[in-house]
T-cell receptor, first 116, second 114 residues
């Protein structure tokens, strides 16, 4: 299968600062990328969907101004958590899809964000 | 809205035995896809098996097979000859045919014992 690389795998930041998480499709062009949030022992909750060159579509209840998503190229999407607070601490997972080429989405390794 | 329900928070199986994980879903779509994903302790999501709704034949991937009952909106996963490496969280997921948006169930934690 195709490879999606997510970086960093772990990050600790101070409350009030911003942190950026990168998601790269290494061997395919990802026309669509997804960002999920997973709380401990819970399922993946879709935060937003982004198409290359377009604004992201956010799920209901997700703050657009707090979780900035950029999908500027066919191989890179970024999630920036702005003015992070302890309640933003979570596991964030990206996935990438080229619907014309693959029958499923591929997932990154995830990023554990801890806000102190 | 589509929903995916996994009614078994935890399951346990002995090594070499067979276990079935349940999943039901709700949709008004006729064209869709169903998936089972495995999330081991590393938390990397791994695709286990995929089923297209228009296919009547149940998907099979080595020791993993599904029982897809479209009318009942049921999609169970059977793991045969269970191995220690099968221990993980298993998520059932639904994707409409018109969009690339996955909806996940709440997951089933599978333990494999000796």
């Amino acid at each position: 299968g195709a490879v999606v690389s997510q970086h960093p795998s772990r990050v600790i930041c101070k409350s009030g600062t911003s942190v950026k998480i990168e998601c790269r499709s290494l061997d395919f062009q990802a026309t669509t990328m997804f960002w999920y949030r997973q709380f401990p022992k819970q399922s993946l909750m879709l935060m937003a969907t982004s198409n290359e060159g377009s604004k992201a579509t956010y799920e209901q209840g997700v703050e657009k101004d707090k979780f900035l998503i950029n999908h500027a190229s066919l191989t890179l999407s970024t999630l920036t958590v702005t003015s992070a607070h302890p309640e933003d601490s979570s596991f964030y997972i990206c996935s990438a899809r080229d619907r014309g080429a693959f029958t499923e989405a591929f997932f990154g390794q995830g990023t554990r964000l801890t806000v102190v | 809205a589509q929903t995916v329900t996994q009614s078994q928070p935890e399951m346990s199986v002995q090594e070499a035995e067979t276990v079935t994980l349940s999943c039901t879903y709700d949709t008004s779509e006729s064209d869709y896809y169903l998936f089972w994903y495995k999330q081991p302790p590393s938390r990397q999501m791994i695709l286990v098996i995929r089923q297209e709704a228009y296919k009547q034949q149940n998907a099979t991937e080595n020791r993993f097979s599904v029982n897809f009952q479209k009318a009942a909106k049921s999609f169970s996963l059977k793991i045969s000859d269970s191995q220690l490496g099968d221990a993980a969280m298993y998520f059932c997921a639904y994707e409409p045919g018109t969009a690339s948006k996955l909806t996940f169930g709440t997951g089933t934690r599978l333990q494999v014992t000796l």
